[in-house]
């Protein structure tokens, strides 16, 4: 079984351009500009843009106040932590939590994606 998550955006360029500039996320050759699947490793985000979902669907934000990706953290596992923070806050990406050594043994820090996804990059052991 692999994991694959749909994660429904306002911009979906702006979001491609944070997963893949950020986070290094790989995006297709061929791009279908309605959805997008990015990946890293045996990670997939399906990226879809929210106002292109039927009024009907039940995660159709319906823009009064509601908070995308409410409820929901999305833990990504790395190799090279260290590395990995230092590239996003080299690029000037907005840090939620800093790195910081974890009382279970793990490292991790902190960041949300444009669209308010939020996200704990952590370190793999």
Not at 30 to 41: A, D, F, H, L, R
Not at 88 to 101: D, N, R, S
């Amino acid at each position: 079984m692999k994991l694959r998550l749909e994660l429904f955006v306002d911009n979906i360029e702006k979001s491609v351009e944070f997963y893949s500039d950020i986070l290094e996320f790989n995006i297709p050759k061929e791009i279908n500009k309605g959805y997008i699947p990015v990946s890293n490793g045996e990670v997939v985000l399906g990226l879809g843009e929210m106002k292109k979902l039927p009024d009907h669907h039940p995660i159709k934000n319906t823009g009064f106040d509601q908070q995308m990706g409410l409820g929901v953290e999305i833990v990504l596992e790395v190799e090279d932590i260290e590395n990995i923070y230092n590239k996003v806050v080299a690029k000037g990406y907005p840090i939620q939590t800093e790195l910081t050594q974890r009382h279970w043994g793990m490292a991790d820090f902190r960041i949300m994606d444009p669209d308010g996804y939020y996200l704990r990059i952590t370190s793999s052991d």
